[in-house]
Each structure stands twice: as C-alpha cells, then as structure tokens.
C-alpha cells in the first residue's frame, strides 16, 4: 500500500470528512475466541461504547476495567458514490497501543503504537451507496518491545494484567477521534515548512509532496485574509514581507493554501494555519525569533473522568485556560503524543510545547515506576529484544516528527522520558534515537530528554546528546523527604554544580518537580502530603531556581491530578496536581500563580 499521509483531515474544495465518531458496538475478547469466530464480519453479543474514549472507566466492574488483550469495536459507515474516483481512508487519530483493521472482513492494515494516527485504504473494498463495516481488533498488552514499555502477567485463570514501568494507568482503546475521508487520487501528502527570519522579512521554505506531476501552487494570507505571498513549484520560498511572527502567548496565524492544479481544474487543495518562528538553543539561552524566552509550565497528561485518556475538547478548552490563568506558556507531552488538537490550540494560544514520544517506562521496574529512583541498574538497553523495542521507537519517532514538524509550538523533541542510562550500552540505541529525530526534523529543533535522578553526572552515558538537559527532580520528596528536607537544597545544589564542573553549558530545564498533596490537607508544621509541606518544597525549588542562570524552565509535576495504576504508593491516583482531576485549582496554583505572572519572558536572558 501507499504510505499514508498524515495531514490532519479537513474537507476543502476537493476533500470531504465523515466523522465516524460516536456509539460503536464494543467487545473484550476475554476468551482469545475473536479471530476463530470470525469477529471480523461482525461482533456478537456486542456491548454499545462511545468513540472516542478509552473503554476502562465506563464499567463497573473490575474485570472490564482491568482487562488485558484483545477487544474490538465494529461500526457501519454508508459510502455515496458521489465519491467513486477517490481515494477513501479510514483515519484512526490513536488507537491504544496496537490495531488491526477490518473493512467487510477485510484485513486492511495493522498499526503498532497507541498515541499516532494511522489509515485503513478501502478503495478496492468499499461497497457504493450500502452500508460498509469497520471492524478493529485493539490490543493494550504491555511489553518490553512496546510503547511505553512494562510486563504483561498472567494471573493463572486465563485473566491477564498489565504492570507498568511507569506511573499513568494503562488506558486503552479507540481514544481519538475516527473519520472517513474522500480526498483526489492525485493528491497532497505532504508538507514541510521551514523558517529563516531577515530583518523585518520571513522566509518561509516549502517542500509539498504530492502523488503526481500535475503543478502546486501555495498562496499565503494574513489573519486579515490579505495575500502575504504566493509561489509555486513543489519546492520554494514564501517570502513575507513586514512579517507578523508568532511570539510566545502572543500568537499570530498566517492561512497557507496548497492546490495542485491541471489549468483551471483544482486537482486538489489543502490548507492549514501556520505561525512564522525560529527556536534555537544560544549558549544557556533558548531563543524564540533571536530573543530569550523561559519556560513556565507543566508537564501534563490527557486523563480525566469517565473518559480516562479519551479525547475531550472541552477538558483541552478548560486546560488552557488554566494555564493562561495561572501565567504558564509551555508544557510536555509527558508522556506520549497528545491530540492533534491540543496542538492547534498551543498555535493558536501562544504556548511552548516540547513534544514527546511515548518512550517511557525505559527502566524495568518492579511496582510502575518505583525503581527508577532506587539506583539499581536494569540493564534495559541490554535486553535481546531491543531491535524490536527500536524499531518501533524509530517508527513512531517518524510519525511524530511527521505529524507534528509544522507546529509552530513545537520547540522541541523530547526522545525518552526516565531511561536507563546508567550502562554504557544504552549510548548506541540513544545515539541512533537522536541522529534519527535530527535527521527527520528540517526545523532542527533542540532534542533532548527527560532525565530521573539515576542519570547523575556520575552515571549518565548519554545527556552529552541532548541540546539542553530536562531533569525530573524530587529533592524533598522522594529522596530527603518530611524532615529530611532540610538537606535537601544542599544536596540538590550539589548536583547541579556538578554539572556545571562537568563543564555542560546548554541550559537546563526542569520538566519534573512537585509533591503529592491532597487537596485541603492542611498541618502545622509541615507533614507530607500537606499544603503547608508544599509551600516548604516550592520555596526551596524557586530559591534553586532563580538561582542558577543556566536554569531556563520550570515545568511543575503535573498539571492536574492523575490515574496511576492502585498501590501503596498512590492514593487513587498521582496527587502532584497543581489542579485536581476536575480541573479545579490546588492552594499550589496561587503560589504558582503569583510567581509566574511576575516572572518575564525574557527571565535570565
Ligand atoms: C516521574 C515520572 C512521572 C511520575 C512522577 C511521579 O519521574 O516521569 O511519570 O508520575 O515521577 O509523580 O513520581
């Protein structure tokens, strides 16, 4: 087949969009008994669940919440001919974390990887003017090969569980929106956009990637709908005079049009909205159009209720809101691809992402995520499955850049979060990690990754690679926590002079800090778990902070309340939220508040 492209869909002149999203029919294979009977051509005895979401929190029952292995959902889509002559994919935004795609009991196409899009063809399947069947075998089985990474174990009655080498619950199932498009057999698959800045004037260069010869032109309009600038060819320059750039919470949108046209015919056309910036890392400094910005923010996850990982516009709405209100302009993806969605509204808003690849759970561990701060070595990049695990880390790695390379938000790729890089044999997978994404990325936007305490400057192998070092930190909390703590800046000062010894000059940003606290738990003085002990931690984080230059972003754990796998470790959940799973605000997001607002973009530059 094609390789299929990874525009986001949207009907235009020469493309229609179905949405597929609501009631689909919804099965757990609990028995393995779907592909001997034939589930394909129709699931029996199917429940009713809406798409998107993941399937785990609308049960009442343990079993269905807890399940692990196959499970299938089914729809009908009603193809018109009007149609015929085009081509028709069925576009999956995420399915977690693998799937198997059946159009009228055909097997159309697999996909490996549960927060990427992917497409079913039906061209050479499709039924005209009748009801077709779309039929997907889900799977969200957690392996040493998968992303992210953990164990699947038996528990000796047939029933399977997952065991995460990380600490987010394992949701599953169609958890982004699925449409139907119809768009030109000649057709644009691609674009790629780069941009140089010179004086007041922008370059915007362009490859397009079409599927014949026939000629593209672009036309470029400011927000006003004014043309800003045309050209045409497959490859060329926009050139833009008296630019309008996009700055951080300040954004500015230019409307790029693609048509292929045969004389007067629109063969096909596509259009996005793109903002005109530079990012590059300067010595310490991160440099947003040539002048210093710092990061304020979160690092995040897609989670709320009843929904668990499911698409939810109104909670990304609500979430950026937030974020406004309490003064933020950049997040994570921690940890994994988010929805396209969220993308568009951080262009639209103005706010920072660095985007990250679902490579988490990189550290075998015994309970989530636990081992990761004991120092014991696991050997990770030493296993006999490692081919596997990077091949599809490469694979998805290509998606991301793919689907997201044009972001103006996107400043950065983050590779890894809280790998194993205390033996030197994970250096070479890291090392062809970091020459893929900057090969892939015309942008050259900064790569990095997220770094646990095990990656030291004693220990690490691998943060030589890294444009500017993430550290996920919890001095005061997980180590030298309750009264402890009052070692605790020392020892977190240590470290970062340590650094600096080891003569690293990129700067230095802390995508990971915070404590559990319940919200309204107050204790005079401090205990853990309160606010008061909170206050105590953030006052010492911000003394760090402000002072060490090298220091050019606070990204707090974690922007709101979480769904872990349950523990001792866990209270229904990770209670590092600055808000609460209802998006509410914790006491924290006043402090946070107070110091973001003053704090200027340019802090430290
Ligand atoms: C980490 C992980 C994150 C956890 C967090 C925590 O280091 O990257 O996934 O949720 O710590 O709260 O322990």
Redesign the pocket.
Known sequence: MEKYSMLYPRSTATRRVLDLNGMWKFRLDKKGEGDAENWKDGIPNADWIPVPASFNDFYTDKESREFTGDFWYETQVYVPSEWKGRHLDVRFAAVTHRAVVYINGVAITSHEGGFLPFCARMDDVVKWDAPNRIVVKGNNELSFTSLPAGITVDLGDGRKMTKPF???FNYAGIQRPVKLMASPMEQIVDVTLNHRLEGADAFVEYSVETTGDHETVLFLYDEDGNLAAESRGKEGVLTVSNARLWEVRNAYLYHLVIRILDGDRVVDEYFDDIGIRTFCVDGNRFLLNGHPVYLKGF?KHEDSDIVGRGFNIGVVKRDFELMKWIGANSFRT??YPYSEEVYQMADREGFLVIDEVAA?GFFESLV??VD??SGKATTFFSRPTLPQLKANHLAALEELITRDKNHACVIAWSLF??PDTMHENAYPYFKDIFARARELDVQKRPCTF?M??NSSPEKCHCYQLSDFLCF?R?YG??LLGGYEMVNAEAAFRKELDAWLEKGVTCPFVF??Y?C?HLAGEHKLPSVQWSVEYEQEYLDLYHRVFDSYDCIKGEQI??FAD?Q?VEGI?RVNG?K?GVFTRQRQPKETAYILKKRWEHLPVDYKG
Do not use: Q
Request: proline share 0%; glycine share 6%; net charge negative.
């Open positions: 990380f600490d987010f690092g921690s940890h988490v989530n995520f990761a701060v979060n809280e997220a646990e305490l996920n919890y909390w997980y995508t990971e915070g559990d754990w974690n979480f872990t470790m990770n590092k």
